[in-house]
T-cell receptor, first 110, second 115 residues
Framework: KNEVEQSPQNLTAQEGEFITINCSYS?????LHWLQQHPGGGIVSLFM???GKKKHGRLIATINIQEKHSSLHITASHPRDSAVYIC????????????FGKGTKLSVKP | EPEVTQTPSHQVTQMGQEVILRCVPI?????FYWYRQILGQKVEFLVS????????KSEIFDDQFSVERPDGSNFTLKIRSTKLEDSAMYFC?????????????FGSGTRLTVV
C-alpha cells in the first residue's frame, strides 16, 4: 500500500527557531509536494520536487530519492508560519492524483 | 495570480438531498481533481478528470458521486443522496500537465455539512 508518513504530527516552536518537518514514502514517486493548509482550510502549494533542493524565501525543501525521504525547513520562523504542513506524492503509476500525509501542525509562539 | 474558485464556501444539507459543488479551474489547465478532507483526517483523492472524462477515481467515488464539466469552464461534483459521512471539506484542484512534474492549484474548499 502506498503510504506517506510525516513527522512530527505536532510541533511548537519559538519565533526565530529553525524548523524541520519530515516526510517519508514507500515506493517510487514521480514528484513530491509540500503544501500549506491555513486554519480556514485553504491549501496552498509551496514546493514540487522530483530531486535535489528548492528554496523560496525562508522555506527550503529537500528530497533524497534513494532514501525515499523529504524535509521541509523553515528558517527564522514567525508566528505567521503557523499552519498545517502537508506532504503529498504522485506515485509513478498514478494519473496525477496525490496521496497525502496526515500533516504536521506547526505553532510558532512569539 | 490565477485562482481556482469554489462555490459555495459552506453548504448545509439534509441527509438524502442532492448537492452540487462547483469549481472554476484556471483557464488553461487541462487536468482537474476533487479531493475531500473529513474533519481531523488527511486529504483523500476522489477523482481526476481530463478531456471530458474521468481518468481515475478512488474507492470513495462510488455511484453516489458524479463529475461534469458542463460548459468548458465550470467543473462540478454532484453527490446524489448525501449521507452523514459525506460531511467534509471538498477541494477542487487543477494543473496544466499530466503526471507529477507540474504544480497543482487548489481552490479554497467547500465545507459540506450533512445533517
Amino acid at each position: 500500500k502506498n503510504e506517506v508518513e510525516q513527522s512530527p504530527q505536532n510541533l511548537t516552536a519559538q519565533e526565530g527557531e529553525f524548523i524541520t518537518i519530515n516526510c517519508s514514502y514507500s515506493v517510487g514517486i514521480s514528484a513530491l509536494h509540500w503544501l500549506q493548509q491555513h486554519p480556514g482550510g485553504g491549501i496552498v502549494s509551496l514546493f514540487m520536487l522530483s530531486s535535489g533542493k528548492k528554496k523560496h524565501g525562508r522555506l527550503i525543501a529537500t528530497i533524497n530519492i534513494q532514501e525515499k525521504h523529504s524535509s521541509l525547513h523553515i528558517t527564522a520562523s514567525h508566528p505567521r508560519d503557523s499552519a498545517v504542513y502537508i506532504c503529498a506524492v504522485n506515485y509513478g503509476g498514478s494519473q496525477g492524483n496525490l496521496i497525502f500525509g496526515k500533516g504536521t501542525k506547526l505553532s510558532v509562539k512569539p | 495570480e490565477p485562482e481556482v474558485t469554489q462555490t459555495p464556501s459552506h453548504q448545509v444539507t439534509q441527509m438524502g438531498q442532492e448537492v452540487i459543488l462547483r469549481c472554476v479551474p484556471i483557464s488553461n489547465h487541462l487536468y482537474f481533481y476533487w479531493y475531500r478532507q473529513i474533519l481531523g483526517q488527511k486529504v483523500e483523492f476522489l477523482v481526476s478528470f481530463y478531456n471530458n472524462e474521468i481518468s481515475e477515481k478512488s474507492e470513495i467515488f462510488d455511484d453516489q458521486f458524479s463529475v461534469e464539466r458542463p460548459d468548458g469552464s465550470n467543473f462540478t461534483l454532484k453527490i446524489r443522496s448525501t449521507k452523514l459521512e459525506d460531511s467534509a471539506m471538498y477541494f477542487c484542484a487543477s494543473k496544466n500537465r499530466d503526471r507529477g512534474n507540474y504544480g497543482y492549484t487548489f481552490g479554497s474548499g467547500t465545507r459540506l455539512t450533512v445533517v
